[in-house]
């Protein structure tokens, strides 16, 4: 079982940046396709942000945030991460990270397995 625990999250004003960190520990994450969701107080479901297979040589990307975020991973560190550039307000929420073993990029929370308990990201002014 691995454990996963975000870091980075806080207030930023609009226009500003994020790095969000998923770091892994119990097993390494080199083998896993690694996601980012956000849930929004208003919404009941976590939304799909981001995927990165195992590589890192795929990416995906929900539409509202491309050009913005972007998703990488460090397996020396074993540990994904979330650049946030230009946020805006509508991207406040809790940002959860999840992993699952394969290499096919995933992008419905229920493929995924591993689930940290997430960070907060607040933008506004």
């Known amino acids: 079982q691995v454990l996963l625990v975000e870091s980075g999250g806080g207030l930023v004003q609009p226009g500003g940046s994020l790095k969000l960190a998923c770091a892994a520990s119990?097993?390494?994450?080199?083998?896993?396709?690694m996601g980012w969701f956000r849930q929004a107080p208003c919404e009941h479901r976590r939304q799909f942000v981001a995927?990165?297979?195992?590589?890192?040589?795929?990416?995906h990307y929900t539409d509202s945030v491309k050009g913005r975020f972007t998703i990488s991973i460090d397996n020396a560190k074993n540990t994904a991460y979330l650049q946030m550039n230009d946020l805006i307000p509508e991207d406040t929420a809790v940002y959860y990270c999840?992993?699952?073993?394969?290499?096919?990029?995933?992008?419905?929370?229920?493929?995924?397995?591993?689930w940290g308990l997430g960070t907060q990201v607040t933008v506004s002014s």
């Open positions: 995927s990165i297979s195992p590589s890192g040589g795929n990416t």
């Open positions: 119990g097993r390494t994450i080199s083998g896993d396709v």
């Open positions: 999840a992993g699952h073993r394969g290499l096919s990029l995933l992008l419905h929370a229920d493929e995924y397995n591993n």
